[in-house]
């Protein structure tokens, strides 16, 4: 199909709340091929459909790496109907050239949803890996929300968006999300202890 343009971080599409399908259609099917290569043209891992201005829940995802085969993932109407877990995201997004800032994540989750040819599944992504955090970054998309509405640190982000000449953060679209913040700072609490630990034990040998 083709490789589409895609909408950039100040366009006020990005902040629309996508439409549900109700019919996997050709349209569908072909929006999908457009998000898939429209992904691969920009070394993307992760497209949603808002991303080359379609109002529709669907997303894609690839995560595979360097020499092994391609791999994507097509989410229609996804559903994250299990979190749990946190973790530090450091993110980037094909509406945010260049810029990267670190996010809070849950580390584990659970999405039902529709494959391309609209059969339902069910699949589950641990231990803050790239696919768990990949899904919980394009299913933000299909709601308005964009990675830096979850940055770690407001001033950072705000700092990386300057420096990529791209628009100042939202900050009334800030989330705040007090229990995945106390999951982490007890996460780098944990660091901190293991690292004094460590140090110890170098010290008594
Ligand atoms: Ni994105």
Redesign the pocket.
Known sequence: MSIRKVVKFGDPFLREKAKEVHKVSKKIQDLVTDLLDTMYAEN?V???AP?IGENYRVFVVDVSTGDQPLNPMVFINPKIIKKSGATISN??????PEAYTEVRRYSDVMVKAMDRKGRSFVLEAHDGSLLARCIQ??N??LDGI??VDHALNRFDAEETLKEHNLPPLQVDKMLEEPELQAKIEELLEAVDTTEETEEQDEDDK
């Open positions: 993307g992760g497209l949603a991303q993110e980037g997004c094909l509406s945010f970054h394009e933000d998309h964009l990675f």
